[in-house]
């Protein structure tokens, strides 16, 4: 679909993707839980197959639907890569939907009416997060201090220490360097940053660190570089000055003999070096930064609404967007308290947008997940103490939440070890978002609502 529309998949379109596939397994995962509950009541398992689907329809669809507006507003709002991130989360919310609704329940059919057997868990997993009994309402006040701490040291390190930039905000120059054979982009990041690094301490003029983003650009013997150095000063001896930089770093990965500066930065006459050169302003950046900051703003406004109209309440709303301001929060200050210590870029540039965009999209499913738990538990306990059915909702959705964050977190392990340098920063950012966000919606987002709703609940009751 995103080639027959011609779309560009840029980094935070990847995530996009990451975050599809996420609500994808969730979407299985919740309709197989339901179907082992199904299973466990006594029914058979064609009828349990069929109340399973049935019963997960209610959560899949509100989660989705959920993260599909989120979605839409950021695409209509947004610019750059926002706008490719939104994209490929539309198209792949849409197919997530088709597949583990419809395409599963086709081989399911199918299967039992050729009468084979379909089982749902084995010997391990049978009774695993099965019968809990634990009063997460009851350790509110924990979970309430903890993140308070967490918020206020991310507060902190965001107004003291703040952030690295990337070339995304910051501008730079960017040269495409053509080599006569093929290279990586790891090695020449390595040389590159250790020549620009050599520069600016050996220049008292030059106040900031020098970073250089590399990318492959085509094929494998072909590299597009976008260094910092100097990006203040626009005189040609500057430039002059970079490409030296830049020549000293990379005449070693070329073959030829006698490479010298005139060849690296004249390719009239010789096919390889710089094939082109261009100034990076952060402008730019900070018109995408601008957009991206209204498209969130806009997506959390009608995240809330959605939520409050479909749970017929206004704290349900309040619990799901504090879930995410906590999750968001935390996420950013980490990326300002670690930038610089962690031996991987946490710079902010579009890997960051990227990072908290799919955090939203992927904490709010959790969280509506079990909001509508705990509404099927309202209707079917209506004379029930409203803690007892939270906590129940709570304890009966532990099975998904586990299965559903370590299978994501699996995914975003083997990116973050074996992704490469560039991703590293998006999968590690991932791995903390769902972390803290899967945290967040039981031990933040329910209890805010429950609060909320219990202050309004005796607030009526009083009038």
Same mark, same amino acid.
Not at 160 to 167: I, N, Q
Not at 248 to 258: M, R
Not at 281 to 294: K, L, M, V
Not at 327 to 355: E, H, K
């Given at each position: 679909t995103l080639v027959s529309f011609g779309a560009v998949l840029t980094l935070p379109g990847i995530a996009g993707l990451v975050l599809t596939l996420g609500m994808a397994v969730d979407a299985n995962v919740i309709i197989y839980e339901r179907i082992k509950e199904e299973l466990r009541a006594g029914k058979g398992l064609g009828k349990a197959v069929a109340d399973g689907y049935s019963n997960a329809y209610s959560a899949i669809i509100d989660g989705?639907?959920?993260?599909?507006?989120?979605?839409?507003v950021l695409f209509v709002f947004g610019s750059g890569p926002v706008q490719g991130f939104a994209t490929t989360l539309i198209i792949g919310i849409i197919t997530s939907i088709l597949t583990s609704v419809f395409i599963t329940r086709i081989i399911f059919d199918d299967r039992l009416a050729k009468g084979k057997n379909i089982t749902f868990d084995n010997k391990l997993t049978r009774n695993f997060l099965q019968n809990t009994k634990v009063d997460f309402i009851g350790k509110k006040k924990i979970a309430y201090i903890v993140s308070g701490a967490l918020i206020l040291i991310s507060l902190v390190s965001i107004f003291?220490?703040?952030?690295?930039?990337?070339?995304d905000f910051t501008g730079g120059r960017t040269y495409v360097v053509r080599f006569d054979a093929p290279v990586t982009a790891e090695d020449v990041r390595t040389?590159?940053?250790?020549?620009?690094?050599?520069?600016?301490?050996?220049?008292?003029t030059v106040t900031t660190n020098a970073s250089a983003e590399v990318k492959q650009f085509g094929s494998d013997n072909q590299m597009k570089i976008t260094t910092t150095y100097k990006v203040d000063q626009e005189s040609t001896d500057v430039d002059a000055e970079v490409i030296a930089i830049l020549?000293?770093?990379?005449?070693?990965?070329?073959?030829?003999?006698?490479?010298?500066?005139s060849d690296f930065e004249n390719t009239q006459e010789n096919p390889f070096g710089i094939v082109s050169s261009d100034k990076v302003?952060?402008?730019?950046?900070?018109?995408?930064?601008?957009?991206?900051?209204?498209a969130v703003i806009l997506a959390l406004i009608v995240i809330f609404g959605y939520i409050a109209i479909r749970f017929r309440g206004w704290t349900w709303g309040l619990g799901g967007v504090v879930g995410l301001a906590?999750?968001?929060?935390? !996420? #950013? =200050?980490?990326?300002?308290?670690?930038?610089?210590?962690? %031996?991987?870029?946490?710079?902010?540039?579009?890997?960051?947008?990227?990072?908290?965009?799919?955090i939203i999209g992927y904490a709010i499913n959790d969280t509506v997940v079990i909001f509508d738990r705990i509404r099927e538990y309202k209707t079917l306990h209506p004379k029930a103490d409203f803690r007892q059915n939270?906590?129940?909702?709570?304890?009966?959705?532990?099975?998904?939440t586990m299965n559903t964050s370590l299978t994501t977190l699996v995914t975003m392990l083997a990116i973050a070890i074996f992704g490469g340098e560039v991703i590293r920063g998006l999968a590690v950012a991932l791995i903390l978002g769902i !972390? #803290? =966000?899967?945290?967040?919606?039981?031990?933040?987002?329910? %209890?805010?609502?429950?609060d909320v709703t219990k202050k309004a609940e005796a607030k009526k009751a009083s009038k």
């Open positions: 989705q639907i959920t993260t599909l507006l989120t979605g839409i003291t220490k703040g952030f690295t930039y990337g070339v040389a590159v940053n250790d020549a620009f690094a050599v520069a600016v301490a050996n220049d008292t020549y000293s770093a990379l005449k070693d990965k070329f073959s030829q003999e006698n490479f010298e500066l302003g952060p402008t730019i950046a900070n018109d995408i930064t601008r957009s991206a900051f209204i906590h999750t968001a929060i935390i !996420v #950013i =200050g980490f990326f300002s308290l670690f930038s610089g210590i962690l %031996p991987f870029s946490l710079d902010i540039d579009q890997t960051f947008i990227a990072a908290i965009l799919t939270v906590n129940e909702a709570l304890n009966s959705t532990l099975s998904r !972390v #803290i =966000g899967t945290y967040a919606s039981i031990f933040i987002a329910t %209890p805010i609502m429950f």
